[in-house]
Nanobody, 116 residues
Framework: QVPLVESGGGLVQAGGPLRLSCAAS????????MGWYRQAPGKERAMVAR???????SYADSVRGRFTISRDGAKNTWYLQMNSLKPEDTAVYYC??????????WGQGTQVTVSS
């Protein structure tokens, strides 16, 4: 498996922006999908955004129009730009990847806290 390392989490006021990064070591070009999930306290982990090898994106309804997933192949890194953050966006965010169809490589998680 290819380690994934997230960065960029933290505390932000409601309405503010934050960008998460996920760096992969090796075999980045073999990923069919890269994505971001989040897990809030007492809730199940849920997909936030997904990016295919071909560049297609999909988003959870709750973040569409506010969050953007992108990648930099030269840096083996993908990003989650989060704008207009809301307190309900507070969660641990995980990056994920797969060479197949099911996400099976995960980062360690990074905490995002949005204060009202």
């Amino acid at each position: 498996q290819v380690p994934l390392v997230e960065s960029g989490g933290g505390l932000v006021q409601a309405g503010g922006p934050l960008r998460l990064s996920c760096a992969a070591s090796g075999r980045f070009s073999n990923f069919n999908f890269m994505g971001w999930y989040r897990q809030a306290p007492g809730k199940e982990r849920a997909m936030v955004a997904r990016l295919s090898r071909g560049g297609e994106t999909s988003y959870a309804d709750s973040v569409r129009g506010r969050f953007t997933i992108s990648r930099d192949g030269a840096k083996n890194t993908w990003y989650l730009q989060m704008n207009s953050l809301k307190p309900e966006d507070t969660a641990v965010y995980y990056c994920a990847a797969t060479t197949g169809a099911i996400f099976d490589v995960w980062g360690q998680g990074t905490q995002v806290t949005v204060s009202s």
